[in-house]
């Protein structure tokens, strides 16, 4: 089976836009989970999605939002980006069998200027 | 909430070595899952191990083996016959098996050095 795929792989922004981020998670899986990744942060849970449907949320802006589509892709959409926006967003998803157990994709590093 | 800790920042260990990450936890909850991710310089997150909480035997796969010590919430990693392919950033992860707010919880990382 093929992996999470995450698109783009790298972006630049600039202060004030919006920027979308993609992932497809493996074939069958239902649920996909977003996080933002930083040096000083580590990893931190934005959402998760699961049919469609956000499942949970993390502590995060209103800034950040995301959705999921029938086939599971999910995008997750930054607006007003902030310098400390800047990290690398990573997706996981996971199967309704093991739900328990994410598969990480290989991220989105997102710069913002 | 639930918190994972990883009190080492960074770890070394020579090639054929055996090494050991610390973690522990905080939670309230009985029934709940921990994992160990290396995530190695600009590549994929690679998940190593699981344990689940109900499981008094402590998981292995292949090298990598765990210490689970529900009572003590600890969860350590042991890297036998560490290999230069280890060298790593390893993340501790607990997720709860309840349904509402069980989003996976990380520590900070410990970098894995292993020298030739």
């Known amino acids: 089976k093929a992996g999470v795929t995450q698109t783009p792989r790298y972006l630049i922004k600039t202060r004030g836009q919006q920027v979308t981020l993609s992932c497809s998670p493996i074939?069958?899986?239902?649920?996909v989970s977003w996080y933002q990744q930083t040096p000083g942060q580590g990893l931190q849970f934005l959402f998760e999605?699961?049919?469609?449907?956000?499942?949970n949320k993390g502590n995060f802006p209103g800034r950040f939002s995301g959705r999921q589509f029938s086939n599971s892709r999910s995008e997750m959409n930054v607006s007003t980006l902030e310098l400390g926006d800047s990290a690398l967003y990573l997706c996981?998803?996971?199967?309704?069998?093991?739900?328990?157990?994410?598969?990480f994709g290989p991220g989105t590093r997102l710069t913002v200027t | 909430a639930q918190t994972v800790t990883q009190s080492q920042p960074e770890m070394s260990v020579q090639e054929a070595e055996t090494v050991t990450l610390s973690c522990t936890y905080d939670?309230?909850?009985?029934?709940?899952?921990l994992f160990w991710y290396k995530q190695p310089p600009s590549r994929q997150m690679i998940l190593v191990i699981r344990?689940?909480?109900?499981?008094?035997q402590n998981a292995t796969e292949n090298r990598f083996s765990v210490n689970f010590q529900k009572a003590a919430k600890s969860f350590s990693l042991k890297i036998s016959d560490s290999q230069l392919g280890d060298a790593a950033m390893y993340f501790c992860?607990?997720?709860?098996?309840?349904?509402?707010?069980?989003?996976?919880?990380f520590g900070a990382g410990t970098r894995l050095t292993v020298k030739p």
């Open positions: 996981a998803s996971s199967s309704s069998q093991g739900w328990y157990e994410q598969y």
């Open positions: 074939s069958g899986h239902r649920s």
């Open positions: 999605y699961f049919s469609e449907t956000q499942r």
């Open positions: 939670t309230s909850e009985s029934d709940y899952y």
């Open positions: 344990q689940e909480a109900y499981k008094q």
């Open positions: 992860a607990y997720r709860s098996d309840y349904y509402n707010n069980n989003d996976m919880r």
